[in-house]
């Protein structure tokens, strides 16, 4: 069974917010990449290694506080773990952009069966089998871009539609959402965030009421508000919410991206 090591790197500011980062190569060169579900493309930032593939075309983006314009470039070999793709096409981030990391995308992920072990730090790839048989399988929703989407249960009937996302530190709610369920969310002070452009913006934050999601009941997490009106005008299928790591980090997740299945397990919290 093969298997991706997790590098979490905790957020000094927020509790339980963290990056999820793995190592892996391009043209045998070492790098350390964020694990993404929640970015199409795959990227490095550019150095003197990246910076001599020539430009191979653009490609447009939109953080959630800003949008971003940057080169795509094709690599002769990509590895991540056991990954390997050769030869392969990524985005080539500006080296002096703030905030910003390579990182890898659903553009390679979703061709591998994914069992997301948080609590061991790691992730098993293409073999299902150690994940519990009685977890429920559900239909995994994506849009054109291979995002994975699920939706979120609250009291009294409420439900968010949500990006499942391992690039987000922290779990974001969209005002909007906030606005029309206020007695989910209980203010909590403010804080400053960053986006996949590296774009800073400070953010009020929540305290979220516990919430369920394929069957498994979560406990209430900070949240930040965040307008996403902007970032939903842009793409096909809305976000309520952003599901980042300071949520998911409370269960196992199988996601089996080609045949578009999705459990959860509810690890019991120590």
């Known amino acids: 069974m093969s298997e991706l090591t997790l590098i979490i790197d905790p957020d000094p500011d927020e509790i339980d917010a963290a990056g999820v980062f793995v190592d892996g190569t391009i043209a045998d060169r070492p790098y350390r990449f964020l694990l993404d579900t929640g970015a199409a493309t795959s990227s490095v930032v550019e150095d003197d290694t990246t910076a001599v593939f020539p430009p191979a075309g653009q490609h447009q983006s939109s953080g959630v506080f800003a949008p971003s314009s940057n080169d795509l470039i094709a690599v002769p070999r990509l ?32 061709d591998h069966c994914c069992y997301f072990l948080f609590g061991q730090n790691r992730v098993l790839l293409d073999d299902d089998t150690a994940f519990s048989a009685d977890a429920p399988r559900h239909d995994l929703m994506f849009d054109s871009k291979f995002h994975p ?23 974001v709610a969209d005002a909007a959402f906030i606005a029309a369920h206020p007695a989910l969310f209980t203010p ?81 919290e120590g």
């Open 79 to 110: 590895t991540v773990g056991p990954i390997e793709r050769a030869p392969f096409t990524l985005t080539r981030t500006p080296r002096d952009a703030p905030g910003i990391s390579s990182l890898i995308g659903m553009d390679v992920l979703k």
């Open 188 to 268: 909590a002070g403010r804080s400053t965030g960053t986006d996949s452009t590296g774009t800073d913006v400070e953010t009020p934050m929540y305290v979220m009421a516990r919430c369920t999601i394929g069957g498994e009941t979560f406990p209430a997490v900070r949240v930040a508000g965040v307008d996403l009106g902007p970032v939903n005008a842009m793409i096909e299928r809305r976000m309520d919410m952003i599901l980042g790591y300071s949520l998911i980090r409370h269960a196992d997740w199988l996601f089996d991206f080609p045949r578009q299945k999705w459990a959860v397990l509810k690890r019991a």
């Open 149 to 171: 989407y699920l939706m979120v249960d609250f009291e009294d009937g409420v439900q968010a539609q949500t990006v499942w996302d391992t690039g987000a530190a922290l779990t």
